[in-house]
C-alpha cells in the first residue's frame, strides 16, 4: 500500500470517530448530517501535502522499518488535524475574501442553504483537531507539546491574516499600505508556520526530538521554504491554468498584498503607478488587465523567475548545512523536490 492510501483510509476512520461522538450526544440527525457535509466537502478535496509530510518526516527521522502499525496511524491522523486546520482557514478565508470557487467546487458559504452557517461550521472543523488530540494522545508524553503547538500556529496564521485584511481591505484601495516587508511578515505568518513548520514540528515530537535547537534549525529552513511558496502562490494566481490550480486568481481583484504587486510598485514609472492606482483593488475585466499589462511592461513574470532559481540555491545552501543529530536533510529536500517549478 502505498503511504498515500495508507494516510486516506485514515480518513473516514477519523470522521466516524466524530460522528460517533455526536451521535453519543444524541444529537439530532439533520445536525450530525450537516456536520458530516461539512467535513467531507472542505477536508479532504486538496493536495494534502501538509498531511502527508507528518507521516514522510516520521518515516526519515526514525526510519521507515522502525515505525509500527500504531506509529503510522497516529502520525497520519496528526497529518488530518492538519487538513482539519487547513480547511477552517480556508472556509473562513473564503467568506472574507468573498471568493467564488475553491478546488474546483463553489467555496462552501457559497453552496446552497450554507451562506454564513459556514462561520459556525469553521469552528466546528478547529475543534475536531483537538478532539482527536485528546482521544489518541492525551497519554504520550508529547501531548501538551501537540496542543500547544496547534494553538500557536493557529495564533500565528491568524496574526497574519489580520495584517493581511487591514493592508489590503477590499473597500479600501490604497497601495500606498503595501510593502515588501509587510507581504514578508504575512507570508510568514499567514501561510509558512502552518504548512511547513508544522507538520515537521508533529513528526518530531512523536519522534522525541526535545532539544530546541533541533526545533530552531528546522524552523530557520521551514520558513524560507514557506515564504518560497507563498510567492509561488502569488505567481500562480495570476499566471496559473485556473482548472490546473483549482480556482480562478481574483489577488488583483481583491486587492491582495501580493509579492507580484509590491515588485511591480517598487520599479514603477510615475505613468506605470498612475495605472495601478487606478486600476488595482476593481473587479471589472478592464482593470484586471490594465494591471496586467504593467505586470508585462515591468517583466513581473522573470522576476519571478529569477527569484524561484535564487530561492532554490539559497534554500539549498541552508539544508547543506543542518548538522544536528535528531534532523536530517531528507527531510527538507522533500519539501524542495515536491514544490520546486510546481504549476499547482
Known sequence: MSDRQEFMEVFPKAKEELLSHLRSLNIPQNAIDWFD???EYNVPGGKLNRGLTVAATLRILKGDTQLTEEEIFKANLLGWCVEWLQAFFLVS?????????RRNQPCWYRVEKVGLVAINDAFILESAIYFFLK????????????????????????????????????????????????????????????SFYLPVALAMHM????????????????????EYFQIQDDYLDCYGDPETIGKIGTDIEDNKCSWLI??????????????????????????????????????VEPLFKAYEEESFNRINALIAKVNHPLLKQDVFHTFMKRIYKRTK
Open 37 to 39: 457535509s461539512n467535513v
Open 93 to 101: 478565508d473564503d467568506i472574507m475574501d468573498n471568493s467564488v470557487t
Open 135 to 194: 482521544k489518541h494522545f492525551k497519554k504520550t508524553d508529547y501531548y501538551i507539546e501537540l496542543v500547544e503547538l496547534f494553538h500557536e500556529t493557529t495564533y500565528q496564521t491568524e496574526l497574519g491574516q489580520l495584517l493581511d485584511l487591514i493592508t489590503a481591505p477590499e473597500d479600501n484601495v490604497d497601495l500606498s499600505r503595501f510593502s515588501i516587508e509587510k507581504h514578508a511578515f504575512i507570508v510568514k505568518y499567514k501561510t509558512a508556520y502552518y
Open 207 to 226: 519522534a522525541g526530538v526535545k532539544d530546541e535547537e533541533a526545533f530552531k534549525q528546522a524552523e530557520a529552513i521551514l520558513l524560507p521554504l514557506g
Open 262 to 299: 509590491n515588485q511591480a510598485l517598487a520599479k514603477a514609472t510615475p505613468e506605470q503607478r498612475k495605472i495601478l492606482d487606478e486600476n488595482y483593488g476593481r473587479r471589472d475585466q478592464e482593470n484586471v488587465r490594465a494591471v496586467k499589462a504593467v505586470y508585462v511592461e515591468i517583466g
